[in-house]
């Protein structure tokens, strides 16, 4: 008696699938991020007298697919040159052996940091203006994490099934 054996193996397109994960964690920092810039610029009062402090967001939006409005400029100098400068660090990472995708925001803006964590007041220094300064402290960094979180939740990886193939052995 002979006997025929019926083998049926299940295939992984591994390669297929982390290529499918990382466009999703892409699209998932292009939100997210979108979000957290839509929030750190326009829902908080990040103020334009000069433009310095809303320009240090320019490079990320941009790579992020979006952008960050300067109103008109009050003060004296137009300083958007400045607030570019001093955010060169900023931008998306992407890190393909350890699928990792997000993005880094960094300034050296030195007035920004102060506003964002203390309450500015006429003066002399740390004091960064020479009039009393509204809406401070900013505390974009906490409102923005919170618009981040809120996509986050919504965020799902990509399912497996069209990747999985049944082969004949």
Do not use: C
Not at 74 to 90: D, P, Q
Not at 114 to 134: C, D, K, L, W
């Amino acid at each position: 008696m002979r006997f025929k054996p019926n083998f049926r193996a299940i295939i992984f397109d591994e390669v297929g699938y982390k290529k499918a994960l990382l466009n999703t964690m892409r699209e998932f920092n292009e939100l997210a991020g979108a979000a957290w810039i839509d929030t750190a610029v326009n829902r908080t009062p990040i103020p334009t007298w000069s433009g310095a402090s809303r320009a240090t967001f320019q490079k990320l939006a941009s790579e992020l697919g979006t952008s960050v409005p300067i109103g008109p400029i009050v003060a004296n100098n137009n300083r958007v040159s400045l607030g570019r400068e001093t955010s060169s660090e900023s931008g998306v990472i992407e890190d393909t052996n350890s699928f990792y995708v997000g993005f880094m925001y960094k300034t050296t803006l030195a007035y920004l940091h102060y506003n964002e964590y203390n309450r500015a007041i006429a003066g002399p220094p740390p004091q960064p203006f020479s009039n009393a300064v509204r809406f401070t402290p900013y505390n974009f960094q906490r409102a923005a994490e919170k618009a981040w979180r809120e996509i986050a939740k919504k965020a799902k990886a990509p399912s497996v099934a069209p990747y999985i193939k049944e082969r004949k052995m």
